[in-house]
């Protein structure tokens, strides 16, 4: 299963892959170097077919659990004063996405969007400290029942220039369900109110949807 953000891409790399793949059968003499080339065209496409997966899970939801937004593992755990929307200290939770993880983003609560916006900004690696507020990104907020207001920041980095929101402000969302999708690798910041239990640690690798982050 792939995801809808992919569809495009996959048609038009198909499409190329396989006219370079002819040429190469048709013009090519050096039978070596034919396999070669088609070998590195399939892998090549291989890639791109991993990279926009939508892997079907069976999601265990609860307003009283947080679940990481994306795959990836846990690169920050840590409080920190947000300028953006809550003007206040929260908890961090970081999660970094390779090209080989699943790029979709689920909500990680459900509720009330409160809060949806686009940021054009730099396109530093995503570990640098300063990518949460000088890269690229979208920040959605949804207010849940039990936790408030939760904050999910999806950031571009070095190889990541193309980020998909779908939150609009005032729509009820579930927990789980599409929220974005972020192509070529980068990094999904969760922000919690002081005193949230966190439930990973730091280099832990997390599953979207499925992973806990946290609970009360």
Same mark, same amino acid.
């Given at each position: 299963?792939?995801?809808?953000?992919?569809?495009?891409?996959?048609?038009?790399? %198909?499409?190329?892959?396989?006219?370079?793949?002819?040429?190469?059968?048709?013009?090519?003499?050096?039978?070596?170097?034919?396999?070669?080339?088609?070998?590195? %065209?399939?892998?090549?496409?291989?890639?791109?077919?991993?990279?926009?997966?939508?892997?079907?899970?069976?999601?265990?939801? !609860?307003?009283? *659990?947080?679940?990481?937004?994306?795959?990836?593992?846990?690169?920050?755990?840590? =409080?920190?004063?947000?300028?953006?929307?809550?003007?206040?200290?929260?908890?961090?939770? !970081?999660?970094?996405?390779?090209?080989?993880?699943?790029?979709?983003?689920? *909500?990680?609560?459900?509720?009330?969007?409160?809060?949806?916006? *686009?940021?054009?900004?730099?396109?530093?690696?995503?570990?640098?400290?300063?990518? !949460?507020?000088?890269? =690229?990104?979208?920040?959605?907020?949804?207010?849940?029942?039990?936790?408030?207001?939760? %904050?999910?920041?999806?950031?571009?980095?070095?190889?990541?220039?193309?980020?998909?929101? *779908?939150?609009?402000?005032?729509?009820?969302?579930?927990?789980?369900?599409?929220?974005?999708?972020?192509?070529?690798?980068?990094?999904?910041?969760?922000?919690?109110?002081?005193?949230?239990?966190?439930?990973?640690?730091?280099?832990? $690798?997390? $599953?979207?949807?499925?992973?806990?982050?946290?609970?009360?």
């Amino acid at each position: 299963m792939f995801h809808k953000e992919g569809q495009k891409i996959i048609l038009a790399a %198909l499409s190329i892959l396989l006219a370079l793949g002819l040429s190469a059968h048709f013009f090519l003499d050096n039978e070596p170097l034919k396999k070669i080339l088609v070998s590195v %065209l399939i892998l090549f496409f291989l890639l791109i077919l991993q990279f926009f997966r939508n892997p079907k899970r069976d999601f265990q939801l !609860s307003d009283n *659990y947080v679940l990481s937004p994306v795959d990836g593992k846990v690169v920050v755990i840590e =409080e920190v004063f947000d300028k953006e929307f809550f003007n206040e200290k929260r908890i961090q939770i !970081s999660v970094f996405m390779s090209p080989i993880n699943v790029h979709v983003t689920r *909500y990680p609560v459900g509720g009330k969007v409160v809060y949806s916006k *686009y940021h054009p900004g730099k396109y530093l690696v995503a570990w640098h400290p300063k990518s !949460s507020e000088e890269n =690229e990104r979208t920040t959605v907020v949804v207010n849940n029942e039990i936790f408030g207001d939760v %904050l999910h920041r999806q950031i571009a980095g070095a190889l990541a220039k193309r980020i998909v929101n *779908y939150a609009v402000e005032g729509q009820k969302v579930n927990q789980a369900e599409d929220s974005g999708f972020i192509k070529f690798g980068s990094r999904v910041d969760v922000l919690l109110p002081l005193g949230t239990k966190v439930n990973v640690k730091l280099n832990q $690798k997390v $599953k979207g949807g499925i992973t806990i982050l946290a609970e009360k």
